[in-house]
């Protein structure tokens, strides 16, 4: 597999002038709730199109093993799958909705100090081509911009189906 580091997430956040060390703190505790990052209040699902919502969290543990599986990613036990769901940093996933099936997911898995990992961004096989995988990855960046200090160190590895889509990254 391939390792791609070096996302740099510093600077002001989203843009902004520089803000003085309280209020900077703040803004980055809003920005990672709006997000769905730690335990903000929820949010309201992003619309991709007539078809797909992105809603920010984890999909349901049955959803998440599934698209594991049907993705070609490494199966995971119940157990494993419920530590995944609960010890990462940031998730969302994809809903089809004229059916309401999860169709896409993606994760941050980190110390929200410095190091964040990207990991198990899939799309279901029928699903593919719809520009649902760059949405993940799109959003999880945005959230590690938002939510993480400047200098953020941010990795992923590869399979070589991935590869395309996190080498446009």
């Avoid at 609960?86 to 169709?103: E, I, K, Q, Y």
């Avoid at 190091?115 to 081509?129: L, M, N, S, W």
């Avoid at 949405?135 to 960046?141: A, I, K, Q």
């Avoid at 938002?146 to 996190?166: I, S």
Wanted: with cysteine.
């Amino acid at each position: 597999p391939r390792v791609l580091h070096g996302l740099r997430g510093g600077g002001p956040p989203l843009g902004k002038a520089q803000l003085p060390a309280g209020a900077a703190r703040v803004r980055r505790t809003r920005a990672r709730a709006a997000l769905g990052v730690g335990r903000g209040p929820a949010v309201p699902a992003v619309t991709l199109g007539d078809d797909y919502e992105l809603v920010a969290g984890p999909p349901s543990l049955e959803d998440y093993l599934r698209l594991r599986r049907s993705t070609g990613l490494t199966p995971r036990t119940e157990a494993q799958g419920q530590g995944a769901l609960a010890g990462s940093w940031l998730f969302c996933h994809v809903r089809h909705r004229p059916t309401g099936d999860t169709v896409a997911m993606g994760r941050v898995i980190g110390d929200g100090g410095w190091y964040f990992h990207v990991a198990d961004v899939a799309t279901a096989t029928d699903h593919q081509r719809q520009g649902l995988g760059r949405s993940v990855l799109d959003w999880l960046l945005e959230g590690i911009r938002a939510g993480a200090p400047g200098g953020a160190y941010v990795n992923l590895v590869a399979d070589p189906a991935g590869r395309p889509l996190y080498e446009r990254a």
